[in-house]
């Protein structure tokens, strides 16, 4: 995403981080754009709160610590038109939902701000949703939203051309048990709301390792990461919040009676 921003003309005065995490994104945007404010707003004040300072260095030049703003991207206490940059790294597919965090990045930018995400496709883990399809009791791996339905919800939220695409990442693993280990040292758990709660015995776990081995390839166990990476710019509002066209007439605009 970093690399991608060399293709754009921006000089943003307010960059929001939106699901930033401990915003390890924060150094590279403010060398960047080391004029703009940043300001990282997650979900989780623990993660916030470890959001590294700027080195002397940095605090010399004037780069300062990131605002940190703990909220639902849903629902943003930001105010509307004062970000020129949103940027969502690896964060929207929490999202409970995306649409209305769409709708929220839309209203916070100001006209002709950029919207720059990236986020997981529905290829995702396709094959540990596969060897867990044998259990109906409930959920144990998300379905990721597809791009072009995420570019629907862009256009509907009052972005102009969408861009859109996708890269196709597969890890590869010794055994199910490494998968589990590296998806739970770095929180890529289930978080749906309708997830299992019960606990997995000894059995259902071997079943699932069973079923997860037909796709072994060379002896070892696949993991398909599907990332959908999309930027859009903030259109100007077309209609008015009561539903009325908005006409731009314009300064060399003339009027007939």
């Not at 004062?82 to 790294?89: E, H, T």
């Not at 100001?110 to 094959?127: A, R």
């Amino acid at each position: 995403m970093l690399e991608r921003l060399d293709y754009v003309k921006l000089s943003p005065t307010r960059i929001l981080d939106a699901g930033s995490g401990p915003a390890p994104q924060s150094a590279p945007l403010a060398q960047r754009y080391p004029a703009a404010q940043l300001v990282a707003l997650d979900v989780s004040l623990q993660m916030l709160r470890t959001i590294e300072p700027p080195r002397l260095l940095d605090r010399l030049r004037g780069r300062r610590r990131p605002w940190g703003v703990c909220a639902d991207m849903a629902r943003m206490p930001i105010s509307s038109r004062s970000c020129s940059l949103v940027w969502s790294n690896m964060a929207l597919h929490w999202s409970a939902d995306p649409a209305a965090a769409i709708g929220e990045f839309n209203r916070v930018l100001e006209v002709e701000g950029l919207l720059m995400f990236s986020t997981l496709g529905p290829d995702t883990l396709k094959e540990l949703r596969t060897a867990f399809s044998g259990f109906r009791d409930a959920p144990h791996v998300h379905s990721f939203i597809d791009m072009h339905d995420l570019g629907d919800m862009l256009v509907a939220a009052g972005f102009a051309a969408p861009v859109m695409d996708t890269e196709t990442i597969t890890l590869t693993y010794a055994d199910f048990a490494g998968m589990t280990a590296d998806l739970k040292s770095t929180g890529q758990t289930c978080a749906l709301a309708g997830r299992s709660r019960g606990l997995f015995g000894p059995r259902r776990w071997k079943a699932v390792g069973e079923s997860l081995a037909r796709f072994a390839r060379e002896g070892r166990v696949p993991a398909t990461v599907e990332v959908v990476y999309g930027h859009a710019w903030k259109a100007a509002a077309r209609k008015t919040p009561e539903g009325h066209a908005i006409v731009n007439l314009g300064s060399d605009s003339r009027l007939r009676n």
